[in-house]
């Protein structure tokens, strides 16, 4: 950070802290909510229409009742609303490259606000995946929020490598892409796969079925945490401080 802006901050949070707190809650919330149901309602979150064994729940089961509701909960609205911050922060840095790299035209300004409008989707219909469960009257919306969250979250990342790899065509821009790919490939294969598992537990009946469907649905969540976490290795330095002025801002060293 620069001096003048140390001498101006009342407050200076590292970004990365808030990074690691906010991905903390939703593995708490994860991990947590799944015991939590398991601990206190068994048969119920393991239990399906095929009336087989299984031995976990999916994370719509296990968030469904209290505890694991409220545990769920807590670690959702830990994480997101820092990723609203990080829409501002990509929109920001894109914006600023393309304009560095002269390609700040009607295409590329274009590309930069689809990439904030799908992110912040992303995380609304986490929200709303979050609010109503699959047992809710309303299961239509929860229906909706996760054929949201999933569109948005593959469509954004598509797009936001192709604009990574483009504002780095002079080398000077940021090098998570062919991390991100990994964790790409890796997500829509294991969300390929999961599919594959809830058809078949529905088709067959078979016993533990459901309950590997659910194994690979968490590292589904667990592929779409890593992509967005190499905002710490794009700007490790980044940190978020409170002017005297009383505005907030986001600077980085």
């Not at 590292?14 to 015991?35: D, E, H, N, Q, R």
């Not at 979250?153 to 940021?174: K, S």
């Not at 991100?180 to 969300?191: D, P, S, T």
Request: with cysteine; charged share 15%.
């Amino acid at each position: 950070m620069a001096k003048e802006d140390e001498k101006e901050a009342i407050l200076s949070v590292p970004y990365k802290a808030m990074l690691y707190t906010s991905y903390a809650g939703i593995f708490f919330g994860l991990t947590g909510s799944i015991v939590a149901s398991l601990y206190y309602d068994f048969g119920r979150v393991t239990g399906t229409h095929c009336r087989v064994a299984n031995f976990l729940p999916t994370i719509s089961a296990a968030s469904q009742q209290l505890p694991g509701r409220l545990i769920w909960q807590i670690g959702v609205f830990s994480h997101v609303p820092r990723g609203f911050i990080d829409v501002a922060v990509y929109h920001i840095y894109l914006s600023k490259r393309f304009a560095e790299l002269n390609r700040d035209g009607i295409f590329n300004t274009l590309l930069v606000w689809i990439l904030s409008i799908l992110f912040t989707c992303h995380h609304l219909s986490l929200i709303l995946l979050t609010l109503v469960t699959s047992e809710d009257e309303y299961y239509f919306l929860h229906e909706f929020g996760f054929v949201s969250f999933m569109v948005t979250g593959f469509i954004h990342m598509i797009l936001f490598m192709y604009a990574l790899r483009a504002t780095n065509a002079d080398g000077r821009g940021l090098k998570s892409v062919p991390r991100r790919f990994l964790y790409f490939a890796l997500h829509v294969v294991l969300f390929a796969f999961s599919m594959y598992l809830f058809f078949r537990h529905n088709w067959y009946c078979e016993p533990y079925m459901y309950s590997f469907y659910a194994f690979v649905e968490y590292f589904v969540v667990w592929t779409n945490v890593s992509f967005y976490f190499e905002i710490l290795n794009d700007f490790p330095d980044i940190a978020f401080v409170m002017a005297g002025s009383g505005h907030r801002v986001v600077k980085a060293d």
